[in-house]
């Protein structure tokens, strides 16, 4: 069935970057975009942007400019999220998420992944 | 920037019982409101988007309504796998979750 799967569970130091990953499968890759949701407690969810998988075009949230790149390699079917200069406030699991054709919004997510839990630590 | 509320925060009840969540926002928003429902340890779940419209394989107890500023998710008889939180989402402008309303078993 349609799905997207992401890479595991990560722990960074601050100050350090991590990349997650979110490869889809059982659909057309460049027909729908990708965005990226966190999930903290203090935060609850929080949309950071979207990625266009057939452009590579992105569109990220203002928190998110500068700190977050999304790219993807079509040829895999995947896109991936990097996060820098990360900080214990970017504790929190990350979904990937894909948005659901002819809404008439660019923001309704109709499959998600599973989510990868990023822990920041000294 | 657009507020969003959900009430209640969390409810206690029973199978069978009908149970109604209400999101406001602060701004009109038409009806660009979506639900999920998120079970833990799980990602979230669409149930309803733009507002009233039952996201396919959802269950028909799942009903949406509401315009502007106002929204409701109604579950007309509560299930045992319905125990779970839900989130209102405001895709007008940039997306936006509600904090949540935890549904707990009484």
């Known amino acids: 069935q349609e799905q997207l799967v992401q890479s595991g569970a990560e722990v960074r130091k601050p100050w350090a970057s991590v990349k997650v990953s979110c490869k889809a499968s059982e659909y057309t890759f460049a027909n729908y975009f990708i965005h990226w949701v966190r999930q903290s407690p203090a935060q609850g969810l929080e949309w950071m942007g979207w990625i266009n998988p057939n452009s590579g075009g992105t569109n990220l949230a203002q928190k998110f400019q500068g700190s977050v790149t999304m790219t993807r390699d079509a040829s895999i079917s995947t896109v991936y999220m990097e996060l820098r200069s990360v900080t214990s406030a970017d504790t929190a699991i990350y979904y990937c998420a894909r948005e659901k054709l002819a809404t008439g919004d660019r923001g309704t997510f109709d499959i998600w992944g599973q989510g990868t839990m990023i822990t920041v630590s000294s | 920037d657009i507020q969003m509320t959900q009430s209640p925060s969390s409810l206690s009840a029973s199978v069978g019982d009908r149970v109604t969540i209400t999101c406001r926002t602060s701004q009109m928003i038409a009806t660009y409101v979506n639900w999920y429902q998120q079970q833990p340890g799980k990602a979230p779940k669409l149930l309803i988007h733009?507002?009233?419209n039952l996201q396919s394989g959802v269950p028909s107890r799942f009903s949406g309504s509401g315009s502007e500023t106002e929204f409701t998710l109604t579950i007309s008889s509560l299930q045992p796998e319905d125990f779970a939180t839900y989130y209102c989402?405001?895709?007008?402008?940039?997306?936006?979750f509600g904090p949540g309303t935890k549904v707990n078993i009484k």
């Open positions: 733009g507002a009233s």
């Open positions: 989402q405001q895709t007008y402008f940039t997306p936006l």
